[in-house]
Nanobody, 121 residues
Framework: QVQLVESGGGLVQAGGSLRLSCAPS????????MGWYRQAPGKQRELVAT???????NYADSVKGRFTILRDDAKNTMYLQMSSLKSEDTAVYYC???????????????WGQGTQVTVSS
């Protein structure tokens, strides 16, 4: 059961840009914190960036100044604008959201299925 849907990954040359998107697959009541994480081969999953419902952002040092996290609450969609990409940004990128579905009263953390980003040098 897909609950968060990501899109926008792909192959890009070093120095290029990509934009990732993430949105719930159904009707939601509300979303609190949303975030992007990534996992490179042989490495642990790591935080890339988060954004609160008030628009407060937090970034990993490795992406500061190059990546921008955004959310459009009218569309219940989160974005990760990535620029000046480096080969070390190559990873599977996962979105994450603390949200509540319209049909329930429970808040839970959900993950997307992941989207591959490959940066060629």
């Amino acid at each position: 059961q897909v609950q968060l849907v990501e899109s926008g990954g792909g192959l890009v040359q070093a120095g290029g840009s990509l934009r990732l998107s993430c949105a719930p697959s159904g009707s939601i009541f509300s979303i609190r914190v949303m975030g992007w994480y990534r996992q490179a081969p042989g490495k642990q999953r790591e935080l890339v960036a988060t954004i609160t419902s008030r628009g407060i952002t937090n970034y990993a040092d490795s992406v500061k100044g190059r990546f921008t996290i955004l959310r459009d609450d009218a569309k219940n969609t989160m974005y990760l604008q990535m620029s000046s990409l480096k080969s070390e940004d190559t990873a599977v990128y996962y979105c994450n959201a603390d949200m509540r579905w319209l049909s329930t009263t429970a808040w839970r953390i959900y993950w997307g299925q992941g989207t591959q980003v490959t940066v060629s040098s």
